[in-house]
């Protein structure tokens, strides 16, 4: 069964077998894909266009004909403050010292 939300640096493909680049980034329900070298070319998509990782690409649930019907200009508000309300619920599943080890620091006991 394939995976429902890929991750950063899978290659994605449309439907009919067009490349779309690689997955840059994941914000909230939303991933920016680069089609090449330069982030100046790179699409947003709504993560629920991407059908998930089935071996080696990702695919979209349309066309590429229809591409444009899918691309979002650029991730909305609501989609940062998704990916840090994630964050903070998972931050808060964390202990005090994974918090910490997260941040590259360490917990000192007191004494």
Do not use: C
Not at 47 to 76: K, M, N, Q, T, W
Not at 89 to 98: K, M
Request: aromatic share 2%; net charge negative.
């Amino acid at each position: 069964m394939p995976e429902r939300t890929p991750s950063v640096g899978t290659p994605v493909e449309t439907r009919d077998g067009e490349r779309l680049g690689v997955i840059a980034e994941v914000i909230g329900d939303y991933v920016r894909i680069n089609p090449g070298e330069s982030d100046d070319d790179a699409i947003w998509l709504n993560v629920d266009s991407i059908d998930g990782s089935d071996g080696d690409a990702a695919r979209s649930d349309f066309d590429h004909a229809d591409l444009e019907h899918h691309v979002v200009p650029v991730p909305p508000p609501e989609a940062k403050q998704q990916a840090e309300e994630r964050q903070d619920l998972e931050q808060n599943s964390l202990s005090v010292d994974e918090q910490l080890d997260r941040l590259g620091r360490h917990h000192v006991p007191d004494s």
